[in-house]
């Protein structure tokens, strides 16, 4: 099997505060068989990404990065700057749970439906909340798999972790993580902690997700252009292509989202509610694939709505309540929140864009004000 060893210099983050508070590094040579296969996946998608990469303006956010895996169950990924030095560190709870998510999926008949020849399989426990938390289905697919929906299985969660450490670099290179640092007093950025030092309705640390998911979908899509142009791609390739895409981001935020809490809960922590990170995602991408792959309106919406259902199987599978990620009612989604929130970002993401780029619009008022004396 080939070597799980992290990308970059491990060693200088052995004793990271941060990273030891974290849980501390794991050795994926240590791990089982499914977790080495994973980090392995994981170190590969850099490899490819940064190899894809190297004639596009993002080369240079893969100089000085370590990738590596925290000892720690919870579904979370973080972004660190130590000087010159930059970490992204996976938790292999993230490994399970979304590896988990697309098992149960794919063991539903409507789960994509017309896509595969095959019949679903029987997982050897029923869906619940429960199964998606843990590792009881860490394991690798075996013979009785069928190929195709193996197949399937991994490319979407190869997929949703390519997102995530794109995520990741964006926190990087869009300066995050100075940012934070400067404003906040904090050491990283992660999927999961809450903060009370963000200004009273913990503004910034929203923005900046939002801003860093949608810079990993530029990311990907220039990936994706790129390859389409030099395989020649056909409309129906891309509309693979997109769908998988979808569908992989979609079931990435329902997998932060297990909990279930209410929107005006979530938002008292320090990120965006993950339906509403869903909504930005889902939508951006399947807008770019439309504009750069000649999507009809009709098309876009139907993929768009494809992806919802796929992540809603899932779901309500696992017996999550109706009305967020399946069901007829969105008031569980609370969209007028996500339009207050999505025209901040918007006025956000043009300053942050114009700092990056040398420009010069002025700063939002509401981040001038943070962190500045009484």
């Known amino acids: 099997m080939k070597s799980a060893r992290p990308e970059g210099d491990w060693g200088i983050w052995q004793g990271d505060g941060l990273v030891l508070r974290s849980g501390g590094l794991v050795d994926p040579d240590s791990l089982p ?26 080369a240079d956010r893969f100089e000085r990065l370590t990738v ?3 000892s720690n169950n ?50 050897s426990a029923s869906p619940s909340l429960v199964l998606l938390r843990g590792e009881q289905l860490a394991s690798v ?11 399937a299985l991994w490319d979407l969660f190869q997929r949703s972790l390519l997102f995530l450490l794109c995520h990741e670099l964006a926190h990087h290179a869009r300066g995050h993580l100075d940012l934070v640092h400067e404003k906040l007093g904090l050491d990283g950025i992660d999927e999961l902690a809450s903060t009370g030092t963000d200004g009273p309705d913990q503004c910034l640390l929203r923005m900046i997700e ?11 899509l220039l990936a994706d252009i790129d390859q389409a142009r030099k395989e020649n791609w056909s409309i129906e390739k891309s509309e693979a292509q997109g769908l998988q895409w979808l569908v992989s981001i979609a079931t990435l935020f329902l997998a932060f989202d297990l909990d279930h809490k209410s929107v005006e809960e979530q938002y008292r922590g320090s990120h ?3 339906v509403h990170r869903a909504v930005h995602a889902v939508s951006t991408m399947a807008r770019s694939y439309a504009f750069h792959f000649g999507w009809d309106d009709e098309k876009r919406i139907f993929y768009e709505e494809e992806a919802w259902e796929a992540a809603g199987i899932i779901a309500e599978a696992v017996g999550m309540p109706e009305g967020r990620w399946f069901g007829e009612s969105t008031v569980l989604m609370d969209l007028d929140r ?4 999505e025209a901040r970002f918007l006025e956000f993401n ?21 962190g500045a004396p009484a």
């Open 272 to 274: 965006p509610a993950p």
């Open 68 to 70: 590596f895996y925290v």
């Open 338 to 341: 996500y339009r207050e929130e």
């Open 141 to 151: 697919p075996e013979g009785f798999w069928p190929e195709e929906r193996r197949l």
């Open 33 to 58: 068989r499914f977790e080495q296969l994973a980090c392995s996946v994981v170190r590969d998608l850099i490899v490819e990404t940064r190899e894809l990469h190297s004639q596009s303006y993002y």
């Open 74 to 123: 919870a579904a979370n990924a973080l972004a660190i700057e130590r000087e010159d030095r930059r970490g992204i560190a996976i938790y292999i709870g993230l490994l399970w749970r979304l590896w988990a998510a697309f098992q149960i999926g794919l063991s539903k008949q409507e789960f994509l439906d017309g896509a595969f020849d095959t019949p679903p399989l029987t997982l």
């Open 210 to 220: 939002f801003d860093a998911d949608t810079d990993a979908l530029d990311m990907i």
């Open 350 to 370: 043009a300053w942050l864009t114009s700092e990056v780029t040398g420009g010069s619009l002025q700063q939002p008022q509401w981040l001038a004000e943070l």
